[in-house]
């Protein structure tokens, strides 16, 4: 079974730029998740998607982040303008069903950095 | 709200020496509980989990227990070796919605 494919695994940026991440999950994997982890800390829900909606975006920074999913199977990540503090390693999990005991599975990461 | 707390690290080891990090947690009803580790270099990777209390989760020589009366779920293992050397995120989701809530991860460090 192909784990959760995420691109690209590096990115350099400069402040105020824009980037987008990709990220497909396991087939047949309903939710669909995006962390932020900054070194150091563990993972920050950032957006997690059922199918093709949004369950929760709480903590996503909407003045710069967004989101999508469409057809309800890969998903992009995108920062427009990317600040300093976006710094991080952005994590796509998915799982089967969104319900306990709700195990997730991890791309390998995409690590920004902005300068 | 609800929370994990989790040692903080690094730990340095000897290769063969016995390992415990320890985890505690903040929530209410049932939650289930979750190691997930970090290899260098890779994604995040389930361990182990327990789903109710006295359950007792195991994988690749680790074991955790989920102890309700001490709100607790330490990792351990008898026997480390320098390819167990990864942070460890000790984590759980609340019964009653889906996400995931982290500790801060552990580093550990294997000498041979």
């Known amino acids: 079974e192909a784990g959760v494919a995420q691109s690209p695994r590096y990115k350099i940026i400069e402040k105020r730029q824009s980037v987008a991440f990709w990220c497909n999950p396991i087939s047949g994997h309903a939710t669909l998740y995006w962390y932020q982890q900054i070194l150091g800390q563990g993972p920050k829900l950032l957006i997690q998607?059922?199918?093709?909606?949004?369950?929760?975006d709480s903590q996503l920074p909407k003045d710069r982040f967004s989101a999508e999913r469409l057809k309800g199977v890969d998903s992009t990540l995108k920062i427009q303008p990317a600040k300093l503090e976006d710094s991080a390693v952005y994590l796509c999990a998915s799982s089967l069903e969104p319900g306990p005991p709700h195990e997730q599975y991890f791309g390998p990461g995409t690590r920004l950095t902005v300068t | 709200g609800d929370s994990v707390t989790q040692m903080e690290g690094p730990v340095t080891l000897s290769e063969e020496a016995c390992l415990t990090i320890?985890?505690?947690?903040?929530?209410?009803?049932?939650?289930?509980l979750f190691w997930y580790v970090q290899y260098p270099g890779e994604g995040l990777q389930l361990l182990l989990k327990a789903t109710k209390a006295d359950d007792k989760g195991s994988n690749k020589g680790f074991e955790a227990t989920y102890r309700k009366e001490t709100t607790s779920f330490h990792l351990e293992k008898g026997s480390v070796q320098v390819s167990d050397s990864a942070v460890y995120f000790c984590a759980l989701t609340p019964d009653s919605n889906y996400q995931l809530i982290w500790g801060a991860g552990t580093k550990l460090i294997i000498k041979p």
């Open positions: 998607f059922q199918n093709n909606g949004v369950v929760d």
């Open positions: 320890n985890c505690t947690y903040t929530a209410t009803g049932y939650p289930s």
